[in-house]
């Protein structure tokens, strides 16, 4: 008797599924390496910038772009691309901390709002009522203010008011998850309500939540510059993209790379994330919608 084997065919695993797809899209290539070249930026500046960003050179002040100054010189002498490099530091950071901390009390929230609901959702609707009133930026601004300038004061203000967009989120798909038949059977088979939450309502609900957090993080880093701008943010001799821009704005007739320079940096990195976000959205997406 002659026994047959069947051999069964490899099938990669999911993660090497999404891969394959996600370096198939040519949105997600251009966003992820945009991405990654900032964050290499943002390690080790010290590696890709020519000069020290703070070291004054008086024989060289406003110097237009050449090969010797790339992005050319500020009115102490400068080297703009050094200080263009060393903002990344600054307002990567600004990307991630100005966002992790709404990302974390937000998601924590909304997912607690959604699955009980009843007083609960009512107080959570009357808090967002309270914060959605006032535009975005003003109320920012506001409490930026009132605790002073800095970064640190910066992230708490951002938190303050962005965790509300979070939850919101996070609340209306835990709301939509728990319809499942698997939320109920986790309930008949007697598991906590915070094993349901956190193990099986959430992970199925973070997909949008990971993709609004990439496009957040481009918005943070417009945010920072803006309030870096005002002075309100990043505080000078600080290599930041808004302050650069700041310090550039009273010569913009005759050394316009000043300001055109941290500008084009700012458009570049929060053009990686929208990309990148984008690209994830259309691969997180359910098949069929």
């Known amino acids: 008797m002659s026994v047959v084997t069947q051999i069964q065919p490899h099938r990669p695993g999911r993660f090497r599924v999404f891969i394959g797809r996600a370096f198939s899209r040519p949105s997600f290539v251009i966003g992820f390496t945009i991405i990654v070249m900032s964050i290499a930026l943002a390690l080790f500046p010290q590696i890709f910038a020519p000069y020290d960003p703070l070291a004054f ?4 002040i406003q110097q237009a772009p050449s090969l010797v100054h790339p992005f050319g010189t500020d009115n102490f002498g400068r080297d703009v691309l050094s200080r263009v490099i060393w903002a990344y530091r600054v307002d990567m950071q600004m990307a991630l901390f100005a966002t992790i901390f709404a990302l974390t009390i937000g998601v924590t929230v909304g997912a607690f709002v959604g699955y009980y609901g009843g007083i609960a959702d009512t107080i959570f609707g009357r808090c967002v009522d309270a914060i959605i009133t006032f535009p975005f930026l003003v109320l920012v601004i506001a409490i930026v203010a009132v605790l002073g300038p800095g970064l640190v004061n910066m992230y708490i203000a951002i938190t303050i008011v962005n965790w509300v967009y979070y939850a919101r989120l996070t609340r209306a798909e835990i709301m939509t998850q728990k319809a499942n038949d698997y939320a109920a059977a986790g309930r008949v088979l007697g598991y906590s309500d915070r094993r349901i939450i956190f193990r099986h309502l959430l992970p199925n609900a973070m997909s949008p939540i990971i993709v609004y957090w990439m496009t957040d993080m481009a918005l943070a880093i417009l945010l920072g510059s ?3 701008y005002l002075g309100l943010g990043a505080q000078p001799p600080a290599a930041e993209w808004g302050v650069l821009i700041s310090e ?16 084009l940096a700012i458009v570049l990195t929060g053009l990686g994330f929208s990309l990148l976000g984008d690209a994830l959205a259309d691969l997180l997406r359910p098949k069929g919608r």
């Open 57 to 60: 050179d008086m024989t060289a």
């Open 248 to 263: 550039g704005r009273n010569f913009l007739l005759t050394a316009w790379w000043m300001s055109l320079m941290p500008g």
């Open 226 to 228: 803006s309030l870096g």
